[in-house]
């Protein structure tokens, strides 16, 4: 019996460190979100990103929204953040993946039926016209899906961003999500954020991506362009028209779409052209503390490199926090590509 004992002894006093040190690990949060900060990013919640200011300044935002005894708490109901996605989210040069996926399916009508090749936009897709192509992104776009159905357009887009690679990091394209970025995403969900993906690009692609890649995004919180569709009802199925419903989210209309769709504004916004300075206005106006970030392309080394000068200006202006890919980044793709990568 002594012996006994002095065994379950042993093994109790061996024990109780482990369990010591764990309930002082999971205790020492001090509130429930320790337990749900317990996670991969319990250390570094923004691996990808330097320590510095930048990253400090998002960190210390999401623990104030946290905070119902700071000011810059935000109740949760209220927590939306807006994230462009060419160019925040996703590789956006050489071209955009929509446009590269929009000429494939030019391409492949052209092919199926001759007589298209002498007619635009199907020639300057075969042709690989660079200035035709630049200039009638709209008409390439709106012809490459005309008389398709959503289902169908849905496929082929799957397909298309899980087989085509991209020409400089020679990864598929849905792989050419920025890695801090999605760190990002993930962070932002953890402190209880809705996040809603605001781009020209046409809706159905953007699910197609968010169906494979972006699984923390939910398909309704896409706010994408959108063309007009006629509902079949022999199909049944949504049959896509000729033309972009207004307002589209190409040079402004965000800021509307996000008021249209949620009845109230973002207070995290995140975005790198003109295009987004309205969402980016709509957030600084917001009743709660926002933080707003422009994304700056300024690594032609590992990226690319086409600072939008007008918009960086205006951040400067406005106090607003620009991300500088070359000097706030340790790494653009994550371990999927080289960052050396060569044009």
């Known amino acids: 019996m002594l012996y006994m004992f002095h065994m379950r002894y042993l093994r109790l006093t061996a024990i109780t460190p482990l369990f010591m040190t764990m309930l002082v690990l999971l205790t020492g949060a001090g509130t429930a979100f320790g337990f749900r900060n317990l996670t991969r990013q319990s250390l570094d919640p923004l691996p990808s990103w330097k320590d510095n200011a930048i990253k400090a300044q998002i960190l210390t935002f999401l623990k104030n929204a946290d905070n119902p005894t700071h000011p810059g708490f935000i109740p949760k109901e209220d927590r939306i953040a807006a994230l462009d996605l060419d160019g925040t989210l996703i590789v956006e040069e050489p071209q955009l993946a929509q446009v590269a996926f929009a000429l494939q399916q030019l391409r492949d009508q052209a092919l199926k039926d001759p007589s ?21 992104q709209a008409e390439i776009l709106i012809k490459a899906v005309e008389g398709m159905g959503l289902e169908e357009y849905r496929k082929n887009s799957e397909h298309f961003l899980r087989s085509q690679r991209h020409p400089r990091f020679g990864v598929a394209y849905k792989d050419t999500l920025y890695q801090p970025m999605l760190e990002l995403v993930d962070t932002l969900r953890e402190h209880g954020f809705m996040i809603y993906l605001v781009s020209g690009t046409q809706t159905e692609f953007i699910r197609a991506l968010q169906s494979q890649k972006l699984h923390s995004i939910h398909p309704h919180e896409i ?46 916004v995140a975005g790198n052209s ?61 371990e999927q590509a080289p960052s050396t990568a060569a044009r």
């Open 274 to 334: 003109m295009a987004d300075y309205e969402m980016l206005i709509y957030a600084d106006h917001s009743p709660y503390q926002s933080l707003c970030l422009v994304i700056n392309h300024d690594d032609a080394t590992r990226e690319y490199a086409y600072p939008t000068e007008e918009l960086l200006a205006l951040a400067k202006n406005r106090g607003w926090s620009v991300v500088s890919i070359k000097n706030d980044w340790t790494s653009i793709l994550g």
């Open 223 to 268: 706010i994408g362009s959108r063309v007009a569709i006629e509902f079949d009802s022999e199909g049944p199925t949504f049959i896509q028209g000729s033309y972009f419903r207004e307002p589209d989210n190409w040079l402004t209309g965000k800021a509307e779409n996000i008021r249209e769709t949620l009845g109230k504004g973002p207070v995290f």
């Open 116 to 136: 298209l090749q002498e007619k635009q936009p199907w020639k300057a897709a075969m042709a690989n016209d660079e200035t035709y192509i630049r200039e009638n």
